[in-house]
């Protein structure tokens, strides 16, 4: 076969640096988001911080139209300005149209900064053995309970295991550890030391003054507990002889216990959050603005820009080249955020406006054709992307959902009918609640047809127990 060279067109698709940076970016949290440039920062010495706000427009981007973003003048002179003229501007920054600062609507702050000072449990136990007067022994003891003890603030160790776990040449008797467990047991938050919910119940119920109500109590906690969860009334009712007024006051009184008494003291799990948009409704229009605090403001150190603008040579180039593709890319981050909050507000107004019972079907395709972008991008723009609303700040994601039809031929969102569940349960009579085939027949006289297995599933989304469960005396 005679060798021949032959020429051929193919087109492929390359994920340029840029390009790469660009979706990495779009698919981070502000807060990581925040992390990931004080990696360049610290990186590039090109690239720093501006100290004030960006003297912008106060242009606000409306979404009566079709969703999409006006164009900005700022966006306008960067497109008119050359390459090299962006790269040596003095003092660069990242600029955008529409902002929601902190001195908006007439100074007020949506947002206020809250620190508390937390006390562990382990603390606030110590310190209460610090004021006994007690043997010394008897004080070892009893911080090596406090020790054992799990978050909740029981004691998940028998008193033998706890004996046997400790140093042989102290010679600690297991009844030695039951005097050190009834000095911690007298301590605060009551309830701790327990070492089973009936036992936690038990010891608060001890501190109240006698009476029937609270003698009834005991009684349920130590010998019917399981009976009392079943919500199982006749039966209790039967075994402890009771009426039904002393048995309602004694199972109001067992609900008012903390069975988790050291769960106040246990450390919380703080997450920050810092909202991407902020929606306001002004003069009947609902507007979307870019969140100044989340907002990051970068540009082109302006001492080395004049170095390399006479330097052509010098060897910043490519950190140059790299502060700006960070500042496009981070500039058209916030930009298809914008665009898609925008679109999103536009499609759930009624939400906005009347609660969850109004929240309308969406899905991703249907934000990606209107913007004209690709579902996968929708995808990384609403998670762990927020909208700071009047009815609360909610993850884009959080307006999609599923839809159910209608017998009118439409379709409501599974957001809505969450909601409509939710109304139902609460206004129920505690004595005759709604079963899931009941509320299953209610919506389908409004017009939503709901299978049984589907409310039940809505249902335990919503942690509400079933039918048996909810019921009262």
Same mark, same amino acid.
């Given at each position: 076969?005679?060798?021949?060279?032959?020429?051929?067109?193919?087109?492929?698709?390359?994920?340029?640096?840029?390009?790469?940076?660009?979706?990495?970016?779009?698919?981070?949290?502000?807060?990581?988001?925040?992390?990931?440039?004080?990696?360049?920062?610290?990186?590039?010495?090109?690239?720093?911080?501006?100290?004030?706000?960006?003297?912008?427009?106060?242009?606000?981007?409306?979404?009566?139209?079709?969703?999409?973003? @006006?164009?900005?003048?700022?966006?306008?002179?960067?497109?008119?300005?050359?390459?090299?003229?962006?790269?040596?501007?003095?003092?660069?920054?990242?600029?955008?149209?529409?902002?929601?600062?902190?001195?908006? =609507?007439?100074?007020?702050?949506?947002?206020?900064?809250?620190? *508390?000072?937390?006390?562990?449990?382990? @603390?606030?136990?110590?310190?209460?053995?610090?004021?006994?007067?007690?043997?010394? /022994? =008897?004080?070892?003891?009893?911080?090596?309970?406090?020790?054992?003890?799990?978050? =909740?603030?029981?004691?998940?160790?028998?008193?033998?295991?706890?004996?046997?776990?400790?140093?042989?040449?102290?010679?600690?008797?297991?009844?030695?550890?039951?005097?050190?467990?009834?000095?911690?047991?007298?301590?605060?938050?009551?309830?701790?030391?327990?070492?089973?919910?009936?036992?936690?119940?038990?010891?608060?119920?001890?501190?109240?003054? *006698?009476?029937?109500?609270?003698?009834?109590?005991?009684?349920?906690?130590?010998?019917?507990?399981?009976?009392?969860?079943?919500? =199982?009334?006749?039966?209790?009712?039967?075994?402890?002889?009771?009426?039904?007024?002393?048995?309602?006051?004694?199972?109001?009184?067992?609900?008012?216990?903390?069975?988790?008494?050291?769960?106040?003291?246990?450390?919380?799990?703080?997450?920050?959050?810092?909202?991407? +948009?902020?929606?306001?409704?002004?003069?009947?229009?609902?507007?979307?603005?870019?969140?100044?605090?989340?907002?990051?403001?970068?540009?082109?150190?302006?001492?080395? *820009?004049?170095?390399?603008?006479?330097? /052509?040579?010098?060897?910043?180039?490519?950190?140059?080249?790299?502060?700006?593709?960070?500042?496009?890319?981070?500039?058209? /981050?916030?930009?298809?955020?914008?665009?898609?909050?925008?679109?999103?507000?536009?499609?759930?107004?009624?939400?906005?406006?009347?609660?969850?019972? *109004?929240?309308?079907?969406? +899905?991703? /395709?249907?934000?990606?054709?209107?913007?004209?972008?690709?579902?996968?991008?929708?995808?990384?723009?609403?998670?762990?992307?927020?909208?700071?609303?009047?009815?609360?700040?909610?993850?884009?994601?959080?307006?999609?959902?599923?839809?159910?039809?209608?017998?009118?031929?439409?379709?409501?969102?599974?957001?809505?009918?969450?909601?409509?569940?939710?109304?139902?349960?609460?206004?129920?009579?505690?004595?005759?609640?709604?079963?899931?085939?009941?509320?299953?027949?209610?919506?389908?006289?409004?017009?939503?047809?709901?299978?049984?297995?589907?409310?039940?599933?809505?249902?335990?989304?919503?942690?509400?127990?079933?039918?048996?469960?909810?019921?009262?005396?």
């Amino acid at each position: 076969m005679k060798p021949s060279l032959q020429l051929k067109l193919s087109q492929h698709l390359a994920l340029t640096p840029q390009l790469q940076q660009s979706i990495r970016l779009l698919q981070l949290s502000t807060i990581e988001l925040e992390h990931e440039l004080e990696k360049y920062l610290l990186d590039n010495p090109l690239l720093e911080r501006a100290e004030e706000y960006p003297s912008l427009g106060a242009q606000q981007s409306d979404t009566s139209g079709d969703g999409s973003p @006006e164009p900005n003048t700022a966006d306008e002179q960067r497109e008119s300005s050359s390459p090299e003229d962006e790269g040596w501007l003095d003092g660069q920054v990242t600029s955008f149209g529409s902002f929601a600062s902190p001195e908006d =609507d007439d100074g007020d702050s949506d947002y206020q900064d809250v620190q *508390a000072a937390t006390v562990s449990l382990r @603390e606030h136990l110590l310190w209460q053995l610090g004021l006994m007067t007690i043997p010394d /022994r =008897d004080r070892v003891l009893v911080r090596c309970l406090v020790e054992a003890l799990d978050d =909740d603030g029981y004691l998940t160790l028998s008193l033998e295991e706890l004996a046997e776990a400790m140093p042989a040449e102290l010679d600690i008797d297991p009844e030695e550890l039951q005097i050190a467990l009834k000095h911690l047991q007298y301590f605060d938050p009551t309830g701790v030391g327990a070492r089973s919910a009936q036992e936690c119940l038990s010891l608060q119920l001890a501190t109240l003054p *006698a009476d029937p109500t609270c003698t009834l109590a005991q009684e349920i906690v130590r010998h019917h507990l399981e009976l009392l969860a079943n919500h =199982d009334f006749p039966k209790l009712r039967k075994q402890t002889g009771c009426d039904d007024e002393t048995l309602r006051a004694a199972h109001f009184l067992i609900c008012s216990l903390n069975p988790r008494p050291g769960a106040a003291y246990a450390s919380p799990d703080t997450r920050y959050i810092t909202p991407d +948009v902020v929606v306001r409704k002004v003069r009947g229009q609902w507007l979307v603005n870019v969140n100044a605090d989340a907002f990051p403001r970068l540009r082109i150190n302006s001492l080395y *820009a004049q170095i390399l603008s006479r330097q /052509r040579g010098s060897g910043l180039a490519g950190q140059l080249q790299e502060a700006r593709w960070l500042i496009r890319n981070v500039q058209q /981050r916030f930009d298809t955020i914008l665009r898609v909050a925008q679109a999103i507000v536009e499609r759930q107004r009624q939400f906005l406006d009347h609660g969850e019972v *109004a929240m309308r079907p969406l +899905v991703l /395709r249907e934000i990606a054709e209107v913007l004209g972008l690709h579902e996968s991008t929708i995808s990384r723009v609403t998670t762990q992307k927020y909208m700071a609303t009047p009815r609360g700040i909610f993850e884009l994601k959080y307006f999609f959902g599923s839809h159910v039809s209608t017998d009118a031929g439409g379709a409501c969102s599974a957001t809505a009918i969450r909601a409509l569940i939710r109304q139902m349960i609460s206004a129920e009579e505690p004595n005759k609640p709604l079963s899931d085939s009941q509320i299953s027949e209610v919506l389908g006289q409004q017009g939503i047809v709901v299978a049984r297995r589907t409310i039940a599933k809505y249902r335990e989304a919503l942690s509400i127990p079933p039918v048996n469960l909810r019921k009262s005396i």
